[in-house]
């Protein structure tokens, strides 16, 4: 099975990798030269755990492969991937589908013998389709089928994630492209890993509506950790007792800062955006993306109560600035919702990201310091705001830190302290809903 996976990033990466370690012949084919020119030298140009080794072994026994010329692989492909990204368009909430639209036309010369182009990139119903009239168009003799195959990897574990999916959703219109998926898919049916065909509309919308749901599920329980903090209940035990319902589920019941990252907030205008242009309404997908700025500003109001109200002239130390843990990727991070009007009212901010702080650097304002060390961005601040909970920060050395600080005051966002022990070691601890 010979595979082109056009767009070369956290998507395109980890999947042609995956295939090439199931079997395939893949080539992932990027614009982006200085990232191609990385993948050749052996340098992988984001963070992802256990991709490295994914990579160099598929690369060493020649089944893994990286241009910038689709040229060189179209023509022989069985299935053509397209992993570009699809961020939200300026002004209008849109996904922007210009690098879709772009990948499928520079596709369209090249293909030869029938050829399966699939949409792996999120996009809005109807695209698939679109895709298909922009191949037509430029090469009316191409012998070829479209399908949509959305992926539901989360970085982090997206190895994890792609190799032992909870489903794997293929829209298609001809048995000859479903049968072509199934193929490829075929070494994970020894996990049985459950099949979803269905047609290229709904499969489009399976992944706005997965997507919209979880985010629904975060936005439900960082309102619930509100209303928790006014009543004097806890949202963990409040998580907790719901998510022992088998039909609510408790994954995605982590009261926080409000979810970030490249999907969860582009992905959710989006699909307002789909329902509207349809002339209908998704309120439930609108209130949580409502909910999910007001829990940002809420975090910079809880920020400052517990530094009396004012942080002007305070420091702050921030531990954590990626929207999650395990991963470098800084798109939508709540650090970039939270951070700047804190530096707006004076405070004086020291930062530590063990992965995040290069991206951070071209993301946040001036007036950020950035450390290497957890700890040295602890020296002589006032308070402590805990953002992300990479593991680096679960355990940290409290009478260090306490010796290191100038104020006592810990903010934990992610609620992964017990209040008792910090009591204990002489801060004043602050968290989400509890
Ligand atoms: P990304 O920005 O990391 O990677 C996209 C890559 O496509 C870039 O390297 C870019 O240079 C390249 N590219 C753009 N136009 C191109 C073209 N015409 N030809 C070749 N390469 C081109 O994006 P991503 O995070 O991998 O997301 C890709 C898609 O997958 C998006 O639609 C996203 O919503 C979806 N998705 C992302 C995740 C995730 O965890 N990041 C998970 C599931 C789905
Ligand atoms: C998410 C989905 O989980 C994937 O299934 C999907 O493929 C992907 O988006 C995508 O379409 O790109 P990802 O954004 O990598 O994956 O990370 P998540 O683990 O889902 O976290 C997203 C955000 O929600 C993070 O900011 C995280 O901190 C937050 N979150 C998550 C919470 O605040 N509480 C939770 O209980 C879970």
Known sequence: MKVVMIGAGYVGLVSGTCFAEFGAQVTCVDVDQAKIDALHAGRIPIYEPGLDDMVARNVREGRLHFSTNLADSVPEADLVFIAVGTPTRR???????QYVYAAAKDVAQHLRDYTVIVDKSTVPVGTARHVARIIREENPQADFDVASNPEFLREGAAIADFTHPDRIVIGVESGRAE???RALYRPLSLIEAPILATNLESAELIKYASNAFLAVKISFINEMSGLCEKVGADVHAVAKGMGMDGRIGSKFLHAGPGYGGSCFPKDTLALTRIAQEHGTSVRIVEAAVEANGAQKARMVRKIMDALGGDVAGKRIGILGLTFKPETDDMRDAPALAI?????????MIQAHDPQGMEEAKHLLPEGVAYYDDAYAALDGVDALVLLTEWNE???????????AMQGKVFVDLRNVYEAERLAEAGFAYTCVGR
């Open 91 to 97: 002004g209008d909430g849109h996904a922007d589908l």
């Open 179 to 181: 049968q072509r998926l």
């Open 339 to 347: 951070l700047p009007p804190l530096l707006e009212k004076g405070a």
């Open 393 to 403: 920060y679960r355990n940290l050395d409290l009478p260090r830190i306490a010796a």
